[in-house]
């Protein structure tokens, strides 16, 4: 049987396997161009991360959240409430009326000091006028001592007579004791003249003595009338300041007492506190720039400026401070607070309230 099997020639061209295959040659330009992209990309993963050579150049935390000068308003007196002139979450202006409470107490107070007043002055009055009598008896004392002075007088001129009578014999010894019993008796009527116009003097000054009693009375009724006017100020409860109201706490008919929390009143006056860890705050300075994301805002982003740090750690206003002293001890980083001042011109800093929680970032560069 002839073999009709043919075979191609083993060096053929198309039988020759290729050695190997190699990709085609890419210019400078293209591989300078891949050689960047993956530099930025790593640039961009070192950033985001805060690795070096990006680190310390800002500082992060999410231990942050929105404050506000929230204020606790409160009766300072006791009683019903009569009227409640606001509602939930209303915008007050400063001085509008908020709560009323039932005010007959306090207007019966007041009544009752302004008749104690009327009374004080009246004694004062009474005092004064007393004073003028007691003068007015001085002046009559003064009259009689002049009187009993020139009985005094006649007398000792009678005595003289009676010594140059009884000499010569024109009357007897009889005549003279009488004129000398005269004269004792007008000495003994100055010295009592004289007794009362001293005991009338200490009448005037008892007087004036008791005037600055009576002037501290007047005074301390006046005290009491403007007390009691204040608590019937108090008895209408205004805004401090102008702000937004919180819910409010209570109702017409209710009782209440001084220091209830009726509501809470928030101002627009709004800054960021940032408790950053010790060690964050190496190169912190006021001034330095800062930005934060508001987690209500859809993570929109604010600006603003470092304006103060803490004197403390928080730990150190704590009311009940840790004791290190005994027992082992873990050294834990402390937090200090950073306050930062929100940019004016914001729009979204307008629906920022007091609580809300923030992840802020400090520009550790440049500031005072």
């Known amino acids: 049987m002839t073999d009709q099997t043919s075979s191609a020639p083993a060096n053929t061209p198309e039988s020759a396997a290729p050695a190997g295959w190699l990709p085609p040659e890419r210019g400078r330009p293209v591989v300078l161009a891949i050689a960047a992209v993956a530099l930025v990309a790593v640039l961009a993963i070192l950033y985001a991360w805060q690795l070096p050579p990006f680190a310390g150049r800002s500082e992060r935390t999410d231990n942050a959240y929105v404050r506000g000068r929230v204020t606790i308003i409160s009766p300072q007196v006791s009683g019903y409430v009569t009227n409640v002139a606001v509602q939930d979450f209303a915008q007050v202006k400063a001085g509008q009326v908020l709560v009323t409470i039932d005010d007959r107490i306090y207007r019966a107070k007041v009544a009752q000091a302004e008749a104690n007043l009327a009374a004080q002055q009246a ?7 007393t004073e003028r009598a007691k003068e007015a008896a001085t002046q009559s004392q003064d009259a009689g001592i002049a009187n009993a002075q020139a009985q ?32 004792r008796a007008a000495e003994a009527n100055v010295r009592q003249a004289q007794a009362a116009r001293a005991i009338g ?15 501290a009375a007047v005074e301390g009724a006046e005290a009491q009338l403007r007390l009691a006017r204040i608590d019937l ?27 209830t929390q009726l509501l809470f009143l928030v101002p627009r006056d709004i800054w960021i506190v940032a408790n950053y860890k010790e060690a964050q705050t190496r190169r912190m300075r006021v001034g330095q720039v800062a930005t934060f994301k508001v987690d209500a ?33 873990v050294k834990v ?36």
């Open 123 to 129: 004694s004062l009055a009474n005092s004064a006028q």
């Open 152 to 183: 005094l007088a006649r007398a000792q001129a009678d005595m003289h007579r009676a010594d140059a009578l009884v000499a010569d014999g024109s009357i007897s010894e009889r005549e003279r004791d009488q004129a000398r019993a005269v004269l």
């Open 201 to 215: 003097t200490q009448d005037v000054r008892t007087v004036q003595v008791g005037r600055s009693g009576l002037r």
């Open 333 to 368: 980083a402390q937090r200090i607070a950073v306050r930062i001042r929100i940019d004016a011109g914001q729009p979204l800093a307008d629906k920022l309230r007091p609580g809300m929680s923030v992840e802020a970032k400090i520009d550790t560069r440049g500031g005072q």
């Open 297 to 329: 805002l859809g993570g929109a982003e604010l600006r603003g400026r470092v304006e103060n740090l803490s004197p403390a750690a928080g730990s150190e206003f704590a009311v009940l401070k840790p004791d290190n002293a005994t027992g082992n001890f």
């Open 233 to 259: 100020e108090n008895t209408v409860i205004r805004a401090p300041v102008a702000g937004q109201l919180s819910e409010i706490g209570v109702r017409n008919g209710g009782f209440v007492t001084a220091g």
